[in-house]
């Protein structure tokens, strides 16, 4: 077969990929019992900000994005801890074994503390991770399932929240409706709740406001809205702090949890830390974040793969 005949044959799959409808899906991790559900999220445009805001969700521009799938849930300790234990994870195999190429990748050192803070396991979202712990999550997913995932970008996570919606919310303005919605400040009795106990949005996401801040791919910036590029934006992260979580918490207030609400990470999450160089895994002082999984239509080359998952840590002194 010729190259040019395989160049057609590529671009002709490629676009049957890229034009069919997505469908949600639940995803098995192979080899075990554990399974996650995937929203999919269709291709469109959006405004992106907000104009009520504070001055980093300005000015309010339109972007364009490819569709992707969407973790329905936040990444639950269900799931992260079969990553964050080896012994845990040979236990929920089915053979009691765990493969070579999964074995291989590098898990986060052992808290020396209790991470969940006293606020429940099965079924919460898993928190207080750093962002290069939660992008070797999705690098032992990989190994596990064959399947890339990552974290969302900005625009990602805002247009998934909003879900069509141009309001502060992705229900309306109406405040006093978001406890309907989210666990916060008002309701959540300080602590984190399991996942999907509360209304999901119009695309059928739960806890995009509220339970706990996620993390999104990129690097914070308060003026990158400036320069940002129209089509499936991103501010690729070189430096360790800050980056930007989105979606408020159980401890945020409400104006927090709107859908334009950036947060910047800061260092002192990782105040209480006696190591030095401070943990590349947790944020101790930092129980309020956690992550969702994005996939791509289009997956990416395995040179792409590599380069994402497999960036050195940047050390925190």
Not at 72 to 86: A, G, H, M, R, S
Not at 95 to 118: E, H, Q, S, W
Not at 221 to 227: C, G, K
Not at 259 to 277: E, F, G, M, N, T
């Amino acid at each position: 077969m010729n190259k040019k005949l395989i160049l057609i044959i590529f671009i002709c799959l490629n676009f049957s990929l890229s034009a069919q409808e997505l469908k949600d899906y639940t995803q098995t991790i192979n080899g075990t019992d554990l399974s996650f559900d995937m929203k999919a999220i269709p291709a469109g445009s959006f405004q992106m900000g907000s104009t009520s805001g504070k001055p980093d969700e300005q000015p309010v521009h339109t972007v364009e994005l490819d569709g992707f799938w969407m973790g329905i849930y936040e990444v639950t300790w269900d799931l992260f801890e079969p990553f964050l234990y080896k012994d845990f994870e040979a236990v929920k195999s089915n053979d009691g074994k765990i493969p070579v190429n999964v074995d291989a990748v590098t898990r986060p050192t052992k808290p020396y503390l209790d991470m969940t803070f006293g606020m429940g396991k099965a079924g919460h979202p898993a928190i207080a991770m750093t962002h290069y712990n939660a992008i070797q999550f999705c690098k032992w997913l990989y190994e596990r399932t064959g399947v890339f995932y990552r974290l969302p970008t900005e625009a990602e996570w805002e247009y998934a929240c909003r879900a069509g919606s141009d309001d502060k919310y992705t229900f309306g303005d109406d405040e006093s409706m978001l406890g309907d919605y989210a666990w916060y400040l008002d309701n959540s009795d300080g602590t984190t709740h399991k996942v999907g106990e509360k209304k999901s949005n119009a695309w059928g996401l739960y806890d995009m406001h509220g339970n706990v801040s996620e993390w999104t791919y990129d690097q914070y910036a308060d003026d990158f809205y400036v320069s940002s590029p129209s089509k499936n934006p991103v501010n690729k992260p070189t430096k360790l702090y800050p980056h930007s979580l989105r979606g408020g918490a159980y401890d945020d207030d409400a104006n927090l949890l709107r859908s334009a609400s950036r947060l910047p990470s800061k260092a002192a999450w990782k105040q209480l830390d006696p190591q030095i160089p401070k943990s590349n895994w947790w944020f101790p002082e930092a129980p309020f974040v956690g992550f969702r999984l994005v996939r791509p239509v289009m997956p990416p080359s395995k040179e792409e793969i590599n380069a994402y998952y497999n960036q050195a840590p940047i050390p925190d002194r």
